[in-house]
């Protein structure tokens, strides 16, 4: 499987600032996806990114408030613009899909807006 | 939308006891993949089932991929502290997506 960095791996930011994230594979991947997670539940998609195109959100997610970068095959980025308190979480990115579609992740980003 | 019915939510254990958690959906799925997610990481992928009926182990964890593909269990045997965390049931979906159970969280008694 293939070896995931994230930096930042957590950050405090102040309410209507925006922050990069930025996900990092020891191996070029198809595609990468980005999680947001609340501390104790299921995780949600926000998007798939592939490169060499617009990644593709899920429902409830837009590019002006999450707008991704996928420049090449081992790296993404993921910007959580304008935040606010609603934006507080932790925030994962994956690789996929492996053999069975399945998908590695990340160890995170936790953040919190204040 | 599609919705994976994982259970129980939580559990506690005590240490050596065997543990057994299910997800269990709807509809046919050809992939289950259980997790598990410790505090501060990411998912880990634990197994992969793709054949009906599968019986797959890891070390003290068995997966199985139900018959009818509408759902799978996860057992541990022997639970060590170590097991503490979230358990996570998913399925691959279109487009290359998973699909997540809500997650079943292990505590160890005190």
């Known amino acids: 499987s293939a070896v995931i960095s994230q930096k930042p791996s957590r950050d405090i930011c102040q309410r209507g600032t925006s922050l990069t994230i930025q996900c990092q594979v020891d191996s070029q991947v198809t595609m990468m996806f980005w999680y947001r997670q609340q501390p104790g539940q299921s995780l949600t998609l926000i998007a798939t990114a592939n490169q060499g195109s617009e990644a593709t959100y899920e429902s409830g997610f837009v590019i002006d408030k999450f707008p991704i970068s996928r420049p090449n095959l081992t790296f993404s980025t993921l910007t959580v613009s304008n935040m606010s308190p609603e934006d507080s979480s932790i925030y994962l990115c994956s690789v996929g899909p492996g053999k069975f579609y399945e998908q590695y992740f990340g160890p995170g980003t936790r953040l919190t807006v204040t | 939308g599609q919705q994976l019915n994982q259970s129980p939510q939580s559990m506690f254990i005590q240490e050596g006891e065997d543990v057994s958690m299910n997800c269990t959906s709807s509809s046919i799925f050809n992939t289950w993949l259980w997790y598990k997610q410790d505090p501060g990481e990411g998912p880990v992928l634990l197994i992969a089932?793709?054949?009906a009926g599968e019986l797959t182990s890891n070390g003290r964890l068995t997966a199985q991929f139900g018959i009818t593909r509408k759902d799978s269990f996860l057992n541990i045997s022997a639970s060590i502290p170590s097991d503490v965390g979230i358990y996570f049931c998913?399925?691959?979906?279109?487009?290359?997506?998973?699909?997540w159970g809500a997650g079943t969280k292990l505590i160890i008694k005190p």
């Open positions: 089932l793709y054949k």
């Open positions: 998913a399925v691959t979906h279109s487009n290359y997506q998973l699909i």
